[in-house]
């Protein structure tokens, strides 16, 4: 048995699924490690002011700064990367279909049609209102339960549990 997807690729379908993959990705623990070092310079100036090492402190100070600036603007750049590769994709509001079966995922659109083997889906998240779909650490597919019928939601749930090692709910 196949569970099959049929997805418009329309600017609210992406803008959709890059919050969720950017909810479930590399910004999440890179945001902790961007504060640690933060602190640890706040320290690091605060000790060279204290000994008087003004060389020093300045150019911690304009470091720490700089992290300061990457914690607020790092989230717009990424949104704004995003909105610029919407705008270079080539085929918007084309339809895509998603198949997903015992030997793997099939993508069908107006182009032709890709197969690809479950080693190759790293992990799978389930959301409420949908299935995100990871090939490795940064593509990720959203399947949004929208482009479904209830029988193919619960096929793909039962593919991926069975396919997927690192499958959880989001």
């Not at 209102?129 to 597919?141: M, T």
Request: hydrophobic share 50%; glycine share 6%.
């Amino acid at each position: 048995m196949a569970a099959e997807y049929r997805i418009r690729l329309s600017e609210e379908f992406f803008r959709d699924a890059g919050a969720r993959c950017l909810s479930q990705t590399w910004f999440a623990w890179t945001r902790v490690v961007i504060v640690l070092v933060t602190l640890v310079l706040a320290v690091f100036v605060g000790v060279a002011l204290y000994q008087n090492r003004i060389l020093s402190a300045i150019g911690s100070a304009i470091v720490l700064g700089d992290l300061v600036i990457l914690m607020i603007l790092a989230p717009r750049f990424k949104r704004w990367q995003a909105h610029r590769n919407l705008r270079k994709f080539l085929h918007p509001n084309d339809e895509m279909g998603i198949r997903l079966s015992d030997e793997g995922v099939s993508f069908t659109g107006r182009n032709g049609e890709t197969r690809a083997p479950w080693t190759v889906i790293t992990k799978a998240r389930r959301f409420s209102d949908g299935l995100l779909l990871f090939e490795g650490p940064k593509l990720c597919r959203w399947l949004p339960d929208s482009a479904a019928d209830v029988r193919s939601i619960a096929e793909a749930e039962r593919l991926v549990r069975a396919n997927v090692s690192d499958y959880r709910d989001a």
